[in-house]
């Protein structure tokens, strides 16, 4: 088992950064790949980045591309998402996943491993 636990959201105008944190425990942290995704009411939960388990490969959604970046401190066995240059459409809970695939997965029905999710809101 993994447990996810994800922190550092909160509300913030547009144009301004938050970085996320999300902390693992129950499985060696560079085992897993991980990610970053997010869900408005209404909609299905949707990508947002993720990087690989040996940190090789990082992905990211098209809208984030420029403005989001993950990365991990694995000693620390804590996952980041810096989000840079916000958007009111940024607006959501966002989570952290986990996977023992080897491989980035969009989808979010493959991911294994689920934080309680935090709640990202910019204002306008």
């Known amino acids: 088992q993994v447990q996810l636990v994800e922190s550092g959201g909160g509300l913030v105008q547009a144009g301004g950064s938050l970085r996320l944190s999300c902390v693992a425990s129950?499985?060696?942290?560079?085992?897993?790949?991980m990610g970053w995704f997010r869900q408005t009411p209404g909609k299905e939960r949707e990508f947002v980045a993720a990087?690989?388990?040996?940190?090789?490969?990082?992905d990211y959604a098209d809208s984030v591309k420029g403005r989001f970046t993950i990365y991990a401190n694995y000693p620390e066995n804590t996952l980041y998402l810096q989000m840079n240059s916000l958007l009111p459409e940024d607006t959501a809970v966002y989570y952290c996943?986990?996977?023992?695939?080897?491989?980035?997965?969009?989808?979010?029905?493959?991911?294994?491993?689920w934080g309680q999710g935090t709640q990202v809101t910019v204002s306008s």
């Open positions: 996943a986990a996977t023992a695939w080897g491989i980035i997965l969009y989808d979010a029905a493959r991911w294994r491993y």
């Open positions: 129950g499985r060696t942290f560079g085992t897993l790949t």
């Open positions: 990087i690989r388990w040996d940190g090789g490969r990082m």
